[in-house]
Structures are given as C-alpha cells and as structure tokens.
C-alpha cells in the first residue's frame, strides 16, 4: 500500500504561513540593512563633498579661509564700542555680519610687496552714502559691490588686515571691479572701512581718475590729522549732516550726528576746479581748494595698521611690445630698494606698479647693472636739473612683470619702464626737462641697450658699437624704456 505523503490541505496554509513570513523577515532585514547603508553612505559622501570643497581651494585662499573662520569672532565689534562710537573722533556704521564668496577672489600685490586677497562679499550690507541712496533709489544696491580686502601683515606670520571696501558706480556697474586697479573709465566711489565698520577713507573717481579722497570724522581736528604732498591741496572742512544711509531688517538706520568733511584734491588729475556751491550731504564739493601743503608725505591711507596705498590708474599705461633677440642675461640679480642713495648722498624713492595683464608688482628682481644704470642716469641728470627739478622719485610701472613681446629685455630682468617722475606721470605732464635729462644721461651709461621714451628712443649694439637713433618701435610717449647690456 502506497503512503500518501502529500500533506492535510491545512497544512498547506501553515507552510505557505512559514515561507511568507521567512520571506517577510528576510525584506525587513534587507530593507534595514538598506537604510543603514544609504545612511551610512550619505553620510560619508556629504563628508567626502565637505572636504572636496575645502580641497578645491587653492592653498593661499584655504590659509585666509582658515584664519578668518578662526578670527572672525575676534573681529567684531568690542563691547563698549557703543561709548567709542559715541565718544570716539572716527566715524562709525552700523556693523553687520558678513559673508565672504571664497570661490570669487583676486590675489595680487600692493606697490609695497604686501599680498592682498579680494574676495566678493555674498550679501551686500546696505550701507550707502546718503546722496547716492536719494540719487539712485530702488537701483542703489545693483550699482554697488563689496568685499573684503585680507591684506597680508608683515608682523605676524601667516596673518591678515581685513579692510571693507565699497564700491559704488556711477550709472553702470563695474564688471570684475577690484581695489588695486581702476577699470577704465569708471565713475564712482569707493569707501575704506576697517572690518568693524570705522571710517578710514572716501575716494572719489571720475573716468578711471582719482579725484579726491575724503574723511569724516566726528569733531573738528584742531590740526590737520596728517599733512599730504604738494600734489595734493585739501578744502578747508566743514560740518555735514550724517552722510550714510543703511538698511537694517528692512529699516533705514539713521542718525542725528553731524560730521566733519576734510576733503583733498589730487591736483595732478584734476582738469578743473570744483565748482562753488553749499556743502551737500555724503562730503560734495565747496568753493576751491586752498594751496596745497608743503609738507610731502606719501599718499598712502594710514591709520595705524590699516595702510593702504590709493588705488592703481595705471590701466591708463600700456605695456608696449620691446621685442628683441632674447638675450640670455647671465649676471647677478637684486632688488630694487624702495630708497636709492646717490654717491652725493640724496635719496631717491622709488615706487613700483601692478600690472594688469598679470597682476604682479614691479617689485622683482632685476639685473644689478640695471640698477647701477638707474643710479648712475639719475646722478647725471641732476646735475643739469635746477634744485625745483631735481629728480627725487621715480614710478617703476614695469621690470619682469608685464607682457613685452618676444624676447624683451623685461623677461630676463635687464630692462625697465619708468612712467612718473616726482610723483606726476608723462602721460600727464608731456616731455619735460626731468625726462630730456634723464634720457640723455641713459645714453650715456656704458652698458645702455634700449632708450625709448617721449624723448627719443635710440638702441645701442654693445657688439658692433653702433647707434640706431631712430628704432622703429611704436608707443613710449607714457614712459621711459631702459635697458642694458
């Protein structure tokens, strides 16, 4: 007899019971483990998103990053500021946070040597002068830029300045506005404040000129707080309504405080005098400036250790093309001092330019012998200039910064481009005798290569020994070329 082994129709709903509920665990455990990976892997991967972030960064900008995250807090403003602001002779804004687009910044460098990196600030503050809130209205926050300017400090390692400045345009909007150059033909102002918001300077631009720069203050200097250059004359100040308009949470923050104005022309670029009207708010122009100072002091904005030199308009000098046969300079090297002494003991000073093309500083080093031939051209000049013209500083706009053109003497630090001479540039002040001289006396060194210039531009083969005192090279009329061999 045949065993049935097929098992009671209930049991058939026991088993399918036991396979549906091993079935069932088994999607619950899988389903949990599920979870606990993709939790897991989301966590990693927003780790890994994290830190590829940060390591997107180049290293100089991830050291600002890095020290500002730490210092931030440190930047604020102190409590008691309340009495500074109150009893304090600087003017002070309301301070608000701010937001730094670390993946929107320039690097370059001041005259000085000093890095300075710009970065675009995220969110715009609200803080506008007055007269351009009332000027411009609903349209005031599209025609104004931030940032914060980290400006390397010598004294501590590894550490920064943080400036504000505030650039607002006239009309259209910059595009790729940066401090350390003007754009061509830019209308508009710029404001200087340190990061906790006290005032340290106003500049005010017309085509891509520095007109004026101005300062408030909130009590009357019974001295000028610092004497300028006789490039500079400064308007006898005089007493404003509070100059700043600034939107907190959607209100207007205003004040009943009255501020001092102490505005100063700059004289070199200035084509006509203001013209005579009442103060207006936000520091406008009154009757003429006085005469200027005697006193020369370098144009710098000093105030303790915020010392910032005005912005560069040297996008106006073009680097022209010096080709030449790539001569492979084999001699020694050297910086240019910012103070040259002459045999006769004067001192010379010398300031260096930023290129556009590559924002560098003229400040690098150059062939010794090129400074011996700057020496020895401003000695020999000098003693043909009167005492009032005597040469006393120089611009170096160029030396290996800069494009030159194929095989330019620029590339191997033998050659340079001088576009001021006592702080006015030849593109301002024409041929003078100053630059006669000078060229005539770099004619004259042993060793000259190339001497073009407003002057002449005349080129020496140090091999054949022969002149070509009509080299046919175009532009110069801004700036002495000097080169050597």
């Known amino acids: 007899m045949k065993t049935n082994l097929t098992p009671p129709p209930h049991s058939f709903h026991f088993i399918s019971f036991l396979k549906d509920k091993r079935s069932l665990l088994r999607l619950c455990a ?105 000027k411009y209205g609903s349209q005031a926050d599209d025609l104004t830029e931030e940032s914060l300017l980290f400006i390397e400090n010598p004294q501590i390692p590894d550490g920064f300045v943080p400036v504000v400045a505030r650039y607002f345009s006239e009309g259209q909007q910059s595009e790729e506005m940066t401090y350390h150059q003007i754009p061509l033909g830019w209308t508009g102002r710029i404001d200087l404040l340190t990061y906790d918001e006290r005032h ?90 006085p005469p200027s100072s005697t006193t020369p002091e370098e ?64 400040n690098q080093e150059v062939a010794k012998l090129l400074l011996e031939g700057i020496k020895h051209a401003i000695e020999k000049a000098n003693l043909k200039l009167s005492g009032n013209e005597k040469i006393t500083s120089i611009y170096i706009a160029a030396t290996t910064n800069g494009t030159h053109g194929p095989g330019s003497n620029h590339y ?21 005798n100053q630059i006669i001289q000078l060229q005539i006396a770099m004619d004259n060194f042993p060793n000259v290569r190339e001497n073009f210039g407003p002057h002449f531009k005349h080129k020496f083969s140090i091999e054949t020994g022969k002149w070509n005192y009509s080299h046919p090279v175009g532009g110069h009329s801004d700036h002495i070329h000097f080169s050597v061999r």
Not at 68 to 76: A, R, T
Request: negative net charge; contains cysteine; charged residues 25%.
């Open 200 to 289: 340290l300077r106003s500049i005010k631009v017309e085509n891509g000129q520095l007109i004026s720069h101005i300062r408030y203050q909130t009590e009357e200097p019974r001295v000028s707080s610092r004497a300028y250059s006789s490039y500079t004359s400064c308007q006898p100040g005089y007493w404003v309504d509070f100059p700043y308009y600034a939107m907190e949470e959607g209100i207007g923050v205003e004040s009943q405080q009255s501020v001092w104005v102490q505005e100063c022309y700059t004289n070199t670029y200035e084509t006509e005098e203001p013209e005579t009207s009442s103060p207006q708010v936000g520091g406008g122009g009154t009757s003429s400036p």
């Open 30 to 134: 899988i389903a949990c483990l599920s979870v606990l990976l993709l939790i897991g892997f989301s966590c990693i991967q927003e780790e890994d998103i994290e830190t590829s972030m940060d390591q997107g960064f180049s290293p100089e900008i991830q050291k600002v990053k890095s020290w500002y995250e730490k210092n931030k807090v440190l930047l604020h403003p102190k409590p008691g500021s309340a009495h500074a602001r109150e009893f304090g002779h600087d003017l002070i804004l309301p301070f608000f946070e701010k937001e730094p687009d670390w993946e929107d910044f320039y690097s370059y460098q001041f005259p000085d040597g000093r890095q300075v990196f710009e970065v675009h600030l995220k969110n715009l503050t609200g803080i506008m002068p007055t007269a351009f809130m009332e």
């Open 299 to 362: 144009e710098d904005i000093c105030e303790e250790e915020f010392c910032i030199p005005f912005p560069e308009e040297d996008r106006y000098f073009e680097t022209t093309n010096t080709p030449d046969d790539g001569f492979n300079f084999q001699g020694e090297k050297v910086k240019i001092p910012t103070t040259l002494i002459l045999q006769n003991g004067d001192q010379i000073k010398i300031e260096f330019g930023i290129t556009q093309s590559d924002r560098k500083s003229a």
């Open 412 to 432: 191997n630090g033998t050659a340079i481009d001088i576009s001021r001479i006592n702080g006015v540039k030849m593109s301002v002040s024409g041929i003078t």
